[in-house]
């Protein structure tokens, strides 16, 4: 799935593909389900004639801003992928929206396992106000952080997946900065020292830069995985630690990399570096 750096990624293409600027002429859509609000013709009456104004990103999700003020989100979830395409190209398949501009090119949408949504909305914070702050914000401290981390209570992993305790992590992510702090994903939030705290805030923030600078991470081939706007793979795979590189040894310390189900998520850790408690 597309964490921050891989969105954020997604967002750097569309606006190197020049969408800021380009009116939306048509809007196709060929699987509804995509479009979470408001309801399908609502959506494509909404949309029709508008300019984008901006591309943003919040957590994982796109924002596009519209010329008339409301706000156009996209939930990339597992598979969604976002591309430029002349207009006359012939379809790739699963492509759910798609997006006639301006300037004879189409956004097109495509989304094998069809978890993605769109929302088309005036208020953005309906969509995105549950949202934790951004880790990579300036304004978005190590205080800030030592200070939230040190009201919450239960394992670290569940908690640094959570949306709305900090935005923008998944389990690519989290699993690589627990490892650089050394700490084990079962470990309570609780029995953190203030130090421990401030390392994970910059291994946390590592971690997403490492994968920023990277372009992303892909896994695997195939239409499933993730890639830029270009179509470009993401090459932070080359740079993770432990992430599915289960039997592996440790960068730091050669023992073999174990993977552990937390949280029913599927987990890589150095049981040597990451200690369980
Ligand atoms: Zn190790």
Known sequence: MPEL???ETVAEGLREGGLVGCRIDTITVHWPRT???PGVAAFRKGLRGRQVTSVGRRGKFLILGLDNGRTLLIHLRMTGHLFFAAADEASHGHEHVVLGLD???ELRYRDTRKFGRWWLVSD???VIGHLGPEPLDPAFRSADFVKCLSKRRGALK???LNQSFIAGLGNIYVDEALWAAGLHPERKAETLSDEDRKRLYRTIREALRRGLRSMGTTLGSGLTTFRSV???KGTNRDK???FRRTGHPCPRCD???ERLIVGQRSTHICPTCQQRP
Do not use: S
Request: aromatic share 4%; net charge positive; glycine share 4%.
């Open 103 to 105: 300037d004879r090119r």
């Open 35 to 37: 479009i979470a609000r």
């Open 158 to 160: 569940p908690l640094l």
């Open 240 to 242: 993770l630690n432990v």
């Open 255 to 257: 023992t073999t990399i």
């Open 5 to 7: 750096p891989e969105v």
């Open 230 to 232: 270009w179509g470009r």
């Open 124 to 126: 953005a914070t309906d």
